[in-house]
């Protein structure tokens, strides 16, 4: 099964919360696991990258937390901002970073 | 430093008419290159890939066509654009080892 599934589909958080962010997979092959954040009418950049021989990463306020035995990963983001305002996908690839299969993004709005 | 650049960056057209959209990449050699599309609201969904010139595979059958004519060109085409076929078409490329890079965008219109 090469679907990811993310949730929520929109989130709304006030300045300073902490928005996190689900993913859950079924392929088992799948070996890298990005975030990637989008600003209206913008390319995806790469937020942050985890591979599963780790269980958590982090990059300045952004954190995944990796779960191998239940096929999830989740991004959380501290101390938000109204500039985190955007939507966030979450993808998989196996074989290394290649052909990425992304969830369907959350859009996140952050109240100043 | 590497850029990746599309073009145009909209673009309106009639049902039937043909379409090229182009994407370049500087600053690195013989890359990864894809096109995703992107339809409103919904997650990026990938096209074509190619990891060398004139090597394209396909991942979803459809209207469309790839070709990569040069190391660092790749263009999305279509000999009569549907409907359907409206949304944003991203191109991204990468090497090996490393993440993928996203371009700015094409916004495509179907009248």
């Known amino acids: 099964q090469q679907q990811v599934k993310q949730s929520p589909q929109s989130l709304i958080v006030q300045k300073g919360g902490i928005p996190i962010i689900n993913c859950a997979y079924e392929n088992t092959a799948f070996d890298y696991f990005p975030w990637y954040q989008q600003f209206p009418g913008k390319g995806p950049a790469l937020l942050i990258a985890?591979?599963?021989?780790?269980s958590e990463k982090k990059e300045g306020r952004f954190t995944i937390s990796f779960n191998k035995s239940a096929k999830q990963f989740s991004l959380h983001i501290m101390d938000s901002q109204p500039g985190d305002s955007a939507t966030y996908f979450c993808a998989a690839s196996e074989g290394g970073p290649g052909k990425l299969i992304f969830g369907q993004g959350t859009t996140l709005q952050v109240k100043p | 430093s590497q850029t990746i650049h599309q073009w145009p960056a909209t673009l309106v057209q009639p049902v039937g008419s043909p379409l090229s959209l182009e994407c370049t990449v500087e600053g690195t050699s013989n890359p990864n290159l894809y096109w995703y599309r992107q339809a409103a609201g919904r997650g990026l969904q990938l096209l074509f890939y190619?990891?060398?010139?004139?090597?394209i595979s396909s991942e979803v059958p459809q209207n469309l066509s790839a070709s990569r004519p040069q190391d660092r060109q790749f263009i999305l085409s279509s000999k009569k654009l549907l409907l359907s076929d409206s949304g944003f078409y991203l191109c991204?490329?990468?090497?090996?080892?490393?993440?993928?890079?996203f371009g700015p965008g094409t916004r495509l219109t179907v009248l």
């Open positions: 190619s990891v060398g010139i004139g090597q």
């Open positions: 985890i591979r599963p021989d780790v």
């Open positions: 991204a490329w990468s090497l090996v080892v490393t993440e993928q890079f």
